[in-house]
């Protein structure tokens, strides 16, 4: 889930001013290779011993499923340590990214926060120096052993902010993500097994009189998730990840990405989508779903747990095929928003410690059990391997296998939420080509890249 325009100004606002003020006593404003002091971990703290303390705790973990496993987590850690008081604080997604810069930039800084990965949000952060960096952390806890390379890199920034998916690592997630097909098993008998299939399933729908995809993108953000769905299935998940972390010649106005905004327009010029898509909102097109209103809705797999509950045995995921079927899979995902530790905690040993309990083999069973994707590797025999749950797992494992997970590429710039959402949305409205679409989008991309 992603930001909106006016809360990225504000974030980028906020953080411009917060960057300039945050330099130690002697510093340069300009030596952006400094980094706030921090005591080097180098063993588990004994959080029993650690005296009474209170970990104040941002979240946005209030959908189902995610909303049960950390209230359960959290129960359980308390009882583990009876000296430690959670001060949990629940937000919405964009409630939580309002109000984040200036709660961790303020006297009274949470010592945990959530916070989006990417140069928008994570990035700004670690530039002005308000998150502490965990890698002597993951050194002590054996963190790298739980997490794939993509998912650790997703998470690491060099100090000074200009390289991303290198460098330090600065937060732990707990859920993997991945964004797929989700389909009514009442109106789908047959899954497609390639793209034209695929296609030709929509086009039946429509010529029925139905809506094939449910789709809402009010909120502009379930656009990228449309969008990155379909250049999965035209650019290699190494050029999107090449963008997305900037490496050397890498480029939005290619073929492939060209070719996969043509298809996304075609879809939508045909009727695929919901009616006035761009005026309805996420939470009302995936419930029109849940209700039986279309065959098909493509989003992530944090709605496992709310349409396991509005549809029970009736629904099903998969990733959209290829040209050809046997392809190997191909899906935008990733993770969920990472825990992080504030530079201004006065506790950061029991706030890794924290962190390390939710991420670890029990934490993984409870996601399970709370009909979640756990990130981190999971214990022998707890996945599951039936219904809507064992659809998504078997997907998440042949996608990891096939290295076939491409990442948001809103984390690409500060900016580029903003830029491709009201991108696709003009490409969508057929108010730009998709060549103009493209040229535009690596237009503000280079911009960027070339100050690094």
């Known amino acids: 889930m992603k930001l909106t325009r006016a809360l990225l100004l504000a974030v980028a606002a906020l953080l411009a001013a917060v960057a300039v003020g945050c330099g130690s006593p002697g510093e340069s404003d300009d030596d952006s290779s400094s980094t706030t002091a921090t005591t080097r971990a180098t063993e588990r703290v004994d959080v029993a011993a650690a005296g009474d303390v209170t970990l104040t705790i941002w979240d946005q973990e209030v959908r189902g499923g995610q909303a049960a496993q950390i209230r ?8 583990k340590y009876p000296n430690v008081t959670i001060n949990r604080v629940a937000k919405s997604f964009e409630d939580l990214n309002t109000t984040l810069k200036l709660a961790v930039s303020g006297p009274r800084a949470p010592d945990v926060v959530q916070a989006n990965q990417g140069r928008p949000v994570m ?12 890698t002597d952390y993951a050194e002590v806890y054996g963190w790298d052993d739980r997490y794939s390379d993509l998912l650790l890199n997703l998470n690491k920034f060099s100090p000074d902010a200009r390289q991303f998916g290198s460098g330090d690592l600065y937060g732990l997630s707990q859920m993997g993500e991945i964004v797929g097909v989700f389909y009514n098993r009442r109106l789908v008998r047959r899954l497609p097994e390639t793209l034209e299939e695929f296609e030709a399933s929509l086009a039946e729908t429509k010529r029925a009189g139905g809506v094939p995809i449910q789709f809402g993108n009010l909120d502009k ?25 900037a490496a050397s010649g ?16 075609d879809w939508a010029k045909a009727g695929y989508f919901t009616p006035d898509f761009n005026g309805v909102g996420y939470d009302p097109a995936w419930q029109r779903f849940a209700r039986g209103e279309s065959p098909y809705l493509i989003a992530g797999t944090w709605l496992v747990a709310d349409l396991i509950r509005a549809m029970g045995d009736d629904v099903g995921f998969f990733v959209l095929p290829g040209e050809t079927a046997g392809d190997d899979p191909v899906a935008l995902g990733g993770e969920g928003l990472p825990f992080t ?3 201004a905690s006065k506790n950061p040993d029991v706030a890794a410690a924290y962190i390390d309990f939710i991420t670890d083999a029990n934490a993984a069973r409870v996601l399970v059990e709370t009909d979640n994707l756990p990130a981190m590797s999971l214990p022998d025999g707890i996945a599951p391997t039936e219904g809507l749950t064992g659809d998504v797992f078997a997907a998440w494992r042949s996608l990891n296998e096939a290295n076939g997970i491409i990442p948001y590429i809103d984390y690409a710039t500060p900016t580029f ?36």
């Open 250 to 265: 890498a480029s939005f106005d290619t073929p492939e990405f060209t070719a996969a905004a043509r298809t996304l327009q």
């Open 72 to 79: 359960r987590l959290n129960a359980e850690f308390q009882e």
């Open 417 to 452: 939420y903003d830029d491709i959402s009201g991108a696709i949305q003009e490409l969508l409205a057929e108010k730009q080509s998709p060549e103009e679409f493209t040229s535009g989008v690596e237009a503000k991309y280079s911009e960027f890249t070339g100050s690094l």
């Open 341 to 343: 530790v504030t530079t």
């Open 123 to 134: 990035g700004q952060l670690v530039r002005a120096r308000l998150l502490r960096p965990l």
């Open 221 to 245: 953000w379930p656009g990228i998730h449309e969008y990155e769905t379909v250049l999965g299935r035209n650019a290699t998940p190494q050029a999107v990840s090449d963008f997305v972390f």
